[in-house]
C-alpha cells in the first residue's frame, strides 16, 4: 500500500511538472519571467458610474490584483484632483496592491495632478518623465513617457515604461509623439519594456512608426475599447526590438465594470 501511495504521489509530481500551463503564481517567482500589464483608468471612474461621478479605485485594485502582474502601467491617473475625491490614485493603487510606484504627472488638473503611472513589484531607480511633443491644436494635450528601472533580479535591470498618446482623431500628435518615443529610447543600453494606451490602431501611421523600433506583444491583437463590444485595439505593450525578450502570451483581461478600457496583460521571458 505505502508503495502505491508513494507511485500515485510520484505520478502526480511528474504530471504537474510537464504541464504547459504556467499560473501567475508561478510566473511571480521565475525571475527572468515578467507579467506586464497596462491599464487605462479613466481616473477610477467605472463608465456606467460616468453621470455620478462615483471613484472605485478599489475595483481596478481587485481587477490588477487577481493578474498579479510584476509591472504595470497606468494611464488616465489622478493625483489629488476635487473630481476624485482628492486621493492620490497612484500611491493608493500601490499600497492596496502591496507594490512600489512612479507618477509621471502630464497636466494640471480639477485643483491636482493628472498623468500615467507605473506599479512595480520590484524595486524602482532612474525615475524621469518626458513631455512628449504636440503641435498648436487648442484641444492638444500635453502628454508624457514615464520611464523607471527595475530590478527584477539581484543585479538585474531593465526599464519600463508608461505612455498615453494624444487622442485627437487627426493622427499628427501621435506620429510626433510616436518618434519622439523613439528617440528618447533609442540609446537605451538595458532591455526596455514601453506600454501604455497609444490610442492609435495597428493599421496606424503611429503604431507603423513605433513597430520600427519595437516588437509588440501580438500581431493579431484583441479589441481593448470600448468595454461593451470593443471593436478597437489600441492599448500595447512593447519591448526595444533586439531585447532579449520571448513572447509567452498576450490577452486583453475581459473586465467590464472597472474602467472604460479593457486591461492588457502579456508574459514575457528574459532570455538568459
Known amino acids: 500500500m505505502k508503495k502505491l501511495h508513494a507511485f500515485l504521489m510520484i505520478s502526480i509530481c511528474l504530471l504537474v511538472a510537464c504541464s504547459p500551463i504556467i499560473s501567475k503564481q508561478a510566473e511571480s517567482k521565475r525571475s527572468n519571467v515578467l507579467r506586464i500589464m497596462s491599464y487605462n483608468l479613466h481616473h477610477c471612474n467605472p463608465p456606467s458610474k460616468e453621470k455620478e461621478g462615483l471613484i472605485d479605485v478599489d475595483a481596478i485594485a481587485k481587477t490588477i490584483a487577481q493578474e498579479k502582474p510584476d509591472l504595470l502601467a497606468l494611464q488616465e491617473v489622478d493625483v489629488n484632483t476635487k473630481r476624485s475625491g482628492v486621493i492620490n490614485q497612484a500611491a493608493l493603487l500601490a499600497t492596496k496592491l502591496k507594490m512600489n510606484f512612479y507618477f509621471g504627472k502630464a497636466i494640471d488638473h480639477d485643483g ?17 518623465t518626458f513631455m512628449l511633443p504636440k503641435n498648436n491644436d ?7 513617457l514615464a520611464i523607471a528601472t527595475a530590478e527584477i533580479a539581484k543585479g ?22 510616436a518618434k519622439e518615443i523613439n528617440r528618447l529610447t533609442a ?10 494606451d497609444l490610442n492609435a490602431d495597428p493599421s496606424s501611421e503611429s503604431i ?19 468595454v461593451i463590444n470593443p471593436r478597437k485595439t489600441i492599448d500595447h505593450i512593447g519591448f526595444k526590438t533586439g531585447n532579449p525578450f520571448k513572447i509567452v502570451s498576450h490577452e486583453v483581461i475581459p473586465e467590464r465594470y ?15
Request: include cysteine.
Open 112 to 128: 491636482g495632478d493628472y498623468g500615467v503611472a507605473i506599479l512595480s513589484r520590484f524595486p524602482l531607480s532612474g525615475q524621469q
Open 138 to 144: 487648442a484641444k492638444a494635450e500635453q502628454r508624457v
Open 156 to 177: 538585474v535591470f531593465i526599464r519600463f515604461a508608461s505612455t498615453h498618446l494624444d487622442a485627437q482623431r487627426p493622427e499628427d500628435n501621435r506620429i510626433l509623439q
Open 187 to 196: 540609446k537605451e543600453t538595458l532591455s526596455l519594456i514601453v506600454a501604455g
Open 208 to 226: 507603423k512608426i513605433f513597430d520600427s523600433n519595437f516588437t509588440r506583444t501580438c500581431s493579431d491583437c484583441g479589441f481593448t475599447i470600448p
Open 258 to 272: 472597472a474602467s472604460d478600457h479593457l486591461p492588457i496583460a502579456a508574459v514575457l521571458e528574459l532570455k538568459k
